[in-house]
């Protein structure tokens, strides 16, 4: 598992005539965790499918230490870069171990079956995620959150040194939130992982890319990038911006007034 440089060079990505991402240049150093941020619709998930190969970009390219994604043999990349997708349907007949066992299948030759060295991996990233109880569980029958943690489980057993996670954290309550973002960094991956909830961004990650109209209007470290300023013109809030006395990272608050039909953030 030895983190990979992830090098996105003026990816664009034009889809029926509409750029969804626009000349995107960034470099994650090998182990850096980097926040995807930004509005919805910025171009975040858009950005990531062209890291993992499940979108072309239409001009630039991604580079995992210097070689092009795009051209290397799907399984080989396979074995670098792990994706941790938004909710995927499994297939109604599979178990959480077999959702994870898929992991392993990069390493694999067709029609190999799993050995004792996959078996422990599998569990033990089934443990990883508080999940070993579920292990024989259908997929399809879980909560969303369990599901979201079956697929973290997916990419821990695939045993990649680089890492794309799109909102990874969407169905976790807060415990679940901050053991999946504790596991990435524990890791030592190289990660790019697009997040909503800016605290945990700041927290989390040593670099924040915000992604504004699929281009990036800044990319720093979080306490460069989240401003009242950049808040207002990003997502067009009104915030405060403290410093949590824990982490030591910026804190946002929404400022919020009353109004006779309610709070308006
Ligand atoms: N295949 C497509 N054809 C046309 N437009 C698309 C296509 N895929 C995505 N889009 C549009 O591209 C824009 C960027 O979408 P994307 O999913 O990348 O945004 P996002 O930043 O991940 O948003 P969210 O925070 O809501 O998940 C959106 O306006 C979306 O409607």
Not at 10 to 37: M, N, P
Not at 69 to 76: D, E, L, N, S, T
Not at 92 to 105: C, S
Not at 133 to 155: H, N, T, W
Request: net charge neutral; with cysteine; proline share 4%.
């Amino acid at each position: 598992m030895t983190p990979g440089a992830l090098r996105a060079h003026q990816v664009s990505v034009v889809v029926s005539g509409k750029a969804l991402v626009r000349a995107v240049s960034l470099d994650v150093a090998a182990g850096e965790v980097v926040g995807l941020v930004g509005p919805n619709g910025a171009g975040k998930s858009t950005l990531l499918r062209t890291f993992y190969r499940a979108l072309r970009p239409t001009s630039g390219h991604v580079l995992l230490d210097g070689d092009d994604v795009w051209r290397m043999p799907g399984k080989r990349l396979a074995r670098r870069l792990a994706a941790v997708l938004q909710e995927t349907a499994g297939d109604f007949a599979l178990t959480v171990y077999d959702m994870v066992a898929m992991g392993r299948t990069p390493h694999k030759r067709a029609f190999d079956g799993d050995d004792a060295g996959d078996r422990a991996i599998i569990m033990g990233a089934l443990e990883r995620l508080g999940l070993a109880g579920l292990a024989y569980a259908p997929f399809d029958r879980l909560s969303g959150g369990e599901k979201q943690r079956v697929l973290i489980a997916r990419a821990l057993a695939q045993r990649c040194g680089t890492m794309v996670l799109d909102e990874p954290t969407n169905h976790l309550d807060l415990r679940h939130q901050l053991d999946a973002l504790d596991l990435v960094r524990e890791l030592g991956v190289t990660a790019v992982v697009a997040l909503h909830d800016l605290n945990l961004a700041a927290a989390f990650c040593d670099r924040l890319c915000v992604l504004n109209d699929g281009a990036v209007v800044a990319l720093g470290t979080p306490r460069d990038v989240v401003t009242p300023a950049l808040l207002a013109e990003v997502y067009r809030v009104q915030a405060d911006v403290t410093t949590n006395p824990e982490t030591r990272t910026p804190q946002v608050t929404l400022r919020a007034r009353w109004t006779e039909r309610g709070v308006v953030a």
